[in-house]
């Protein structure tokens, strides 16, 4: 029988702290409720396509 092996949960997350106008934070909500994905997903999910679709200007 083979053994029940147990590793190191590797967590690659950090915790931030931001500040948002509150009207967008009810935007997230209500999202997050028609999607049934977590508010802090959604976010992510934005923040990875901005950065994924951002042109910087000079």
């Known amino acids: 029988m083979d053994k029940f092996v147990i ?3 590797e967590d690659k997350t950090v915790t931030m702290t931001i500040r ?8 997230y909500n209500e999202l997050a409720t028609k999607t049934n994905r ?3 997903e959604l976010i992510s ?10 042109e910087l200007k000079n």
Not at 20 to 27: G, M, P, S, T, V
Not at 47 to 53: F, I, K, Q, T, V
């Open 38 to 40: 977590s508010r802090n």
């Open 7 to 9: 590793t190191p949960k």
């Open 45 to 54: 999910m934005a923040l990875r396509y901005a950065l994924d679709n951002m």
């Open 20 to 27: 948002i106008d509150r009207a967008l934070q009810e935007e």
